[in-house]
């Protein structure tokens, strides 16, 4: 009788445990994370770690950039349920090669691990701060800034060690692979601006779209 007693009071207090832990998760937007597996918390860049999310970008929400010195992709991830991406590439121009375009954009918001395994990243909570900068000097006006606000949904991803590195991959809605990124810090917060709304209070400060 004690040893059945037991034994349920342990499965109780499982359930317990399973049911508060399940409704944390839901509450930090990462339902099923635990369950999916999810070991993407972190700040993960490609290549050599030149291009980073946070202030090493400069204040993209203040319509100012750094530009990285080569093109790249990098993702943070909390454990508690947001992100915040970069990316910086390069777009061909096949009647003058020379008219290369320069696109740079910055998003941070909330992100969701799903039951089926998918990730969904969603930035509309923080709608205003994300940026996107085009440049091309041989278009009338070289600069453009404009909001920029992207949710995305990544059918796949996968962690593994990678020579001699942690590396994500994450696959797109089409099932296109990301460029591999590498493990920066395991602690994403040295790497991410505020997780809150930054953009000036103040509407209509900084004026969006062509730059001269």
Not at 61 to 80: E, L, R
Not at 97 to 120: D, F, K, M, R
Not at 153 to 172: E, H, I, N, S
Request: charged share 10%.
């Amino acid at each position: 009788m004690t040893t059945l007693r037991g034994l349920l009071a342990t499965t109780l207090v499982a359930l317990l445990l399973d049911t508060l832990s399940r409704t944390r998760s839901t509450n930090l937007g990462l339902f099923v994370a635990a369950q999916a597996g999810w070991e993407g918390v972190g700040t993960w860049s490609t290549g050599n770690g030149m291009v980073l999310t946070g202030p090493s970008l400069g204040v993209p929400y203040n319509n100012s950039f750094i530009y990285p010195n080569v093109t790249g992709y990098s993702f943070s991830f909390t454990d508690d349920g947001y992100f915040e991406q970069t990316q910086f590439t390069w777009n061909a121009n096949a009647t003058d090669p020379h008219c290369v375009e320069a696109v740079l954009l910055w998003q941070h918001g909330t992100y969701e691990v799903l039951s089926n395994g998918s990730i969904t990243t969603n930035p509309t909570v923080f709608e205003g701060d994300g940026r996107i900068q085009t440049q091309n000097a041989c278009s009338a006006i070289s600069s453009n800034i404009y909001y920029y606000n992207q949710p995305a949904l990544y059918k796949t991803w996968a962690v593994a060690p990678w020579r001699g590195k942690q590396m994500l991959r994450l696959g797109q809605f089409d099932g296109a692979l990301l460029p591999r990124m590498y493990l920066v810090s395991s602690d994403p917060s040295q790497y991410m601006f505020p997780t809150k709304f930054i953009t000036n209070s103040s509407e209509g400060t900084y004026a969006i779209g062509a730059l001269n």
